[in-house]
């Protein structure tokens, strides 16, 4: 490897370790001040890293809080993403009951995060833009997996696949925010599997 082959490499090594630096001393200052009162300032001081620099990474506070919360959600797309190739009624409902558990027992998992995520998606577009767009890409994918069941005659034909994934979402949505804000009336496992219950009742032949 040339000479300049080299300095870029460490250029880039540099440049991702401020990254994560300043992503770090971000996620902190949000938890220790909450959305509102967080500054870009207060997070460039904490990394310890100049000015010029941080804005050539980020824009601003809101900018790093989509970054958090990007990588918040990829554990839950992970989830999302398991596969999802039922051969009965059966096991549908169990591999639908296991996501659901997951996906809940991943917000009382990232509680912290989960409610500056909340305040900043009351105040800021940019944030709620972001969770709309993340919104739809668990939609989509819960379509995809009623399509199949459909496909396959385990699910009625008859129901819109499109609605019912944004019914379903909803559904575990409203949960995951209960949870958050720790006002669910129930155990996690309990919310699962009723919520489950009820999906796949109505849903599955």
């Given at each position: 490897?040339?000479?300049?082959?080299?300095?870029?490499?460490?250029?880039?090594?540099?440049?991702?370790?401020?990254r994560q630096k300043l992503l770090a001393s971000a996620k902190k200052v949000f938890l220790e001040e909450g959305f509102?009162?967080?500054?870009?300032?207060?997070?460039?001081?904490?990394?310890?890293?100049?000015?010029?620099?941080?804005?050539?990474?980020?824009?601003g506070k809101e900018d790093l809080l989509r970054v958090l919360m990007e990588n918040v959600m990829e554990q839950f797309y992970e989830i999302a993403a398991i596969s999802f190739t039922p051969q009965t009624k059966e096991?549908?409902?169990?591999?639908?009951?296991?996501?659901?558990?997951?996906?809940?027992?991943?917000?009382?998992?990232?509680?912290?995060?989960?409610?500056?995520?909340?305040?900043?998606?009351?105040?800021?577009?940019?944030?709620?833009?972001?969770w709309k767009a993340i919104r739809e890409q668990f939609i989509e994918s819960i379509a995809?997996?009623?399509?199949?069941?459909?496909?396959?005659?385990?699910?009625?034909?008859?129901?819109?696949?499109?609605?019912?994934?944004?019914?379903?979402?909803?559904?575990n949505e409203m949960y995951l925010w209960e949870i958050v804000?720790?006002?669910q009336q129930s155990t996690v496992e309990e919310i699962a599997a009723t919520i489950t219950e009820l999906y796949t009742t109505g849903l599955y032949l």
């Open positions: 490897m040339g000479t300049e082959a080299k300095t870029e490499d460490r250029r880039h090594l540099r440049s991702a370790l401020t509102q009162k967080a500054t870009i300032s207060q997070m460039i001081n904490d990394a310890k890293i100049g000015y010029g620099t941080a804005y050539v990474h980020f824009q096991e549908a409902l169990r591999t639908i009951r296991h996501q659901t558990l997951a996906f809940l027992k991943m917000a009382e998992a990232e509680r912290n995060m989960m409610r500056i995520f909340e305040q900043a998606i009351g105040v800021s577009t940019v944030i709620a833009d972001k995809c997996d009623i399509a199949y069941s459909q496909q396959h005659g385990l699910a009625r034909k008859d129901l819109n696949h499109l609605l019912v994934a944004r019914g379903w979402f909803y559904m804000r720790d006002e």
